[in-house]
């Protein structure tokens, strides 16, 4: 299993400004991955983190909306830029067990654009 | 268009009953599908995977079946206690590039 520290866990935020996410790993994982859970919706994912290489973004996110690093193995951030109320949403980092079969996720940032 | 479908309404039960989510699925060939539980303001959980060659997976008070034919997971809590009241997500394993999709979640409320 693996243990996922993702921060902050909630913040509100003004229109027009960015904020970062920071999600830490207790082990070593070679993919990380970004969701989005809008109020009543399902997780969508944003994009796929990779140490040493760009992420791999999904369809509907680019990169200067939510800018993403991965400076090694078991860290990642992410960036949601120029922030509307439409950004309001949990975003939850996630990476894969051993088995690549399940995935374990950090409790997830509740963000709230004002 | 690729689609996963679970019930948007709460499902309500009494404890010690059965609890039963479905979750139906359209255009996936899928791999595996996986059960997940998610409390308000945490991550979701991983609960149980099943493979497209299975049939039924059972885990404690747990059991998933998997229906390729109907395109459909149950996901069946035995005995359920309150302490079971959560969302439920089902997502499907799509193949390619490991990348897993998910539904949008039945709430269970379990009653004392």
């Known amino acids: 299993s693996a243990v996922i520290s993702q921060k902050p866990s909630r913040d509100i935020c003004q229109r027009g400004t960015s904020l970062t996410i920071q999600c830490q790993v207790d082990s070593q994982v070679t993919m990380m991955f970004w969701y989005r859970q809008q109020p009543g919706q399902s997780l969508t994912l944003i994009a796929t983190?990779?140490?040493?290489?760009?992420?791999?973004?999904e369809s509907g996110f680019v990169i200067d909306k939510f800018p993403i690093s991965r400076p090694n193995l078991t860290f990642s951030t992410l960036t949601v830029s120029n922030m509307s109320p439409e950004d309001s949403s949990i975003y939850l980092c996630s990476v894969e067990g051993d088995r690549g079969t399940e995935a374990f996720f950090g409790q997830g940032t509740r963000l709230t654009v004002v | 268009s690729q689609k996963i479908e679970q019930n948007s309404e709460a499902l309500n039960i009494q404890e010690g009953k059965t609890a039963t989510l479905t979750c139906n699925y359209t255009?996936?060939?899928?791999?595996?599908l996986q059960w997940y539980r998610q409390d308000p303001g945490r991550g979701p959980v991983f609960l149980l995977l099943?493979?497209?060659?299975?049939k039924e997976k059972r885990k404690e008070r747990l059991k998933v079946t998997f229906d390729t034919t109907l395109k459909q997971s149950l996901f069946h809590i035995t005995a359920s206690q309150p302490a079971d009241s959560a969302t439920y997500l089902c997502?499907?394993?799509?193949?390619?590039?490991?990348?897993?999709?998910f539904g949008t979640g039945t709430k269970l409320q379990v009653i004392p």
């Open positions: 997502a499907l394993y799509s193949g390619g590039y490991q990348k897993v999709t």
């Open positions: 099943i493979r497209e060659n299975e």
């Open positions: 983190a990779n140490q040493g290489s760009e992420a791999t973004y």
């Open positions: 255009n996936y060939s899928p791999a595996y």
